[in-house]
């Protein structure tokens, strides 16, 4: 989760006038050519982002469901996707290129925009930001009860700032973690075998104050989800 800034590739789904010849999906474990990640990325969208709008309108928790996909293609960025809105409030979800490229199938792509989704969905940004301004002012208050200067206050609310945005952030990962994996259901994949994407990063562990909880614990909880959702599908 992050504020919008720079410039970004909006992902435009809209039809062509004439048929475009797509090239056929990777088998599982192939290496994929640009193509073959560029249509894998455009299929989930368009399967993804329809079943994401559905849900943050049904929890009716944030007022601006209308997502919009975006890549971020600077050069030198790293594998990675997430979630801002810009001035106006409209969502967006943000994929760099390296991510498009490195995911394996559509399974770990939907996954991926799911769990993206899910952050806005649950208002978890919102959220951070509320509680990384009550540990701003907490942090000033008490520093400035201690008798310190005005550079010393300044700096113990940036600190205060940080740990309070960090406080809920295993939290949310683990909510929207469960929310996208019930997304990428609805959308037709699976959302187990879309975790695996995280298996190819590090593991953060369960640090004190780490942004992301163990990959052990997320595993698990889209493990549940998906069983519970398959054994409800079936009965």
Do not use: W
């Not at 293609?73 to 409209?90: C, E, K, L, M």
């Not at 997304?183 to 699976?190: K, L, M, P, Q, S």
């Amino acid at each position: 989760m992050r504020r919008l800034s720079g410039l970004l590739l909006p992902v435009l789904l809209a039809a062509c006038s004439a048929p475009v010849a797509m090239p056929p999906p990777a088998a599982p474990g192939d290496v994929l050519t640009p193509e073959q990640a560029a249509r894998n990325f455009v299929t989930v969208v368009q399967r993804v982002e329809p079943v994401a709008e559905q849900v943050c309108r049904q929890k009716s928790i944030v007022a601006n469901c209308d997502f919009q996909i975006a890549i971020d293609d600077r050069p030198d960025q790293q594998a990675n996707a997430f979630q801002t809105v810009d001035d106006s409030g409209r969502p967006y979800l943000v994929f760099t290129l390296p991510l498009i490229a490195q995911a394996k199938n559509q399974d770990e792509l939907a996954f991926v925009l799911g769990h993206e989704a899910s952050h806005h969905i649950a208002g978890h940004l919102a959220r951070q930001d509320q509680s990384a301004m009550t540990g701003a002012m907490v942090a000033a208050a008490i520093a400035s009860a201690g008798g310190a200067d005005p550079e010393a206050v300044r700096a113990a609310q940036d600190f205060g700032a940080e740990i309070g945005a960090r406080t809920y952030s295993k939290e949310f990962e683990l909510e929207a973690d469960a929310l996208g994996a019930q997304i990428a259901y609805r959308a037709g994949y699976d959302p187990v075998v879309g975790m695996a994407f995280f298996d190819r990063l590090p593991d953060p562990g369960d640090e004190f104050l780490g942004t992301h909880p163990a990959m052990a614990q997320r595993k698990a909880v889209v493990q549940q989800v998906t069983e519970q959702l398959k054994a409800g599908a079936g009965s």
